[in-house]
């Protein structure tokens, strides 16, 4: 079997494609990080070695290590990408020597690559939300997207009344009833006390992500805070959660930013959630 360059590594940050192979970077400025493959053409051909070259060492099979003198002087490397210009890519932490040949490219995907779990990027929440659809029904996408998740906004908030009964199984549970707030000028003002309030935006989380929410830092500044669960994999729904206001009151407006969700990625995929709570709230 015959294994042909696609390109050349230039030097630390560049990489040439081949213009018969120019094809076949369409669609790759989508992913904001690549898995390189290439020869170490300047490594020899062993399977026993010295780890990182310390001839102190005992020797081991090559296998073990990372050393760049194997059978096949494969070497593979994550980088993330810059740029894309007609056929050169311009990238970061490229682990491969000038004149080194390029024997293929590979997206990183986080579904597949990653082996632990990690919270994902404002890239990665962006590219999910735009071909997953991980949230939906946002006012301002740009505005909403945070460094490290995103921010959903109030749509309604609820007095609660009377009481509520949690047992082990759920077959006695009931939730107390709640009074709806209504808004005056698209303000409403809380006095002290504890509420319940729903977002407008649908998450659907795949079954390899769940997500964290935490208070946004201007709502504790103004001397409230939400009360939240854990969004397991799997759910789809308009979620609810409590809120806590302290102090004096608190004003808030309609569509006001309040929560931020983090989304972390899975060490694989799980059982989705298919509890009482998958499902709500989408009829608004």
């Known amino acids: 079997m015959e294994v042909k360059p696609v390109g050349y590594v230039v030097d630390e940050r560049t990489i040439k494609i081949l213009p018969e192979y120019l094809d076949g970077l369409r669609g790759i400025e989508r992913y904001s990080h690549l898995w390189i493959l290439y020869i170490m053409h300047l490594a020899e051909e062993k399977l026993l070695v010295h780890p990182k070259g310390d001839e102190s060492r005992p ?21 993330k990408l810059l740029t894309v210009e007609e056929n050169v890519l311009k990238v970061e932490g490229l682990d491969a020597l000038p004149g080194s040949p390029v024997i293929d ?3 990183y995907a986080g579904v597949y690559d990653l082996p632990f779990g990690s919270v994902l990027s404002r890239k990665e929440i ?13 006012i301002d996408l740009e505005t909403q997207l945070q460094p490290n998740g995103f921010d959903c906004t109030l749509q309604s908030v609820a007095r609660i009344k009377g009481t509520g009964r949690i047992d082990f199984d759920n077959s006695e549970r009931q939730l107390p009833e709640v009074e709806e707030i209504p808004f005056e000028d698209e303000w409403v003002f809380l006095p002290r006390g504890v509420y319940r309030v729903r977002i407008n935006e649908v998450v659907n989380l795949g079954n390899d992500i769940m997500a964290f ?17 854990v969004w397991d ?8 959660a409590g809120l806590v206001v302290y102090g004096d009151g608190l004003w808030l ?3 006001a930013r309040i929560l931020q ?13 298919s509890g009482a709570y998958q499902m709500e709230n989408l009829e608004g």
């Open 213 to 229: 929410g935490r208070p946004r830092s201007t709502l504790i500044r103004c001397g409230a805070n939400l009360l939240t669960a």
């Open 59 to 79: 020797l081991r099979g090559v296998f073990s290590t990372r050393s760049p003198s194997r059978p096949n002087r494969i070497g593979l490397t994550a980088v």
């Open 105 to 107: 490219i590979k997206p």
């Open 126 to 138: 962006e590219r999910r939300i735009r071909e997953e659809d991980l949230i939906t029904n946002y």
């Open 233 to 240: 994999a799997g759910y789809r729904g308009r979620s609810e």
């Open 253 to 255: 407006k309609r569509n």
């Open 261 to 273: 969700l983090v989304f972390v990625k899975l060490t694989d995929e799980t059982t989705p959630y």
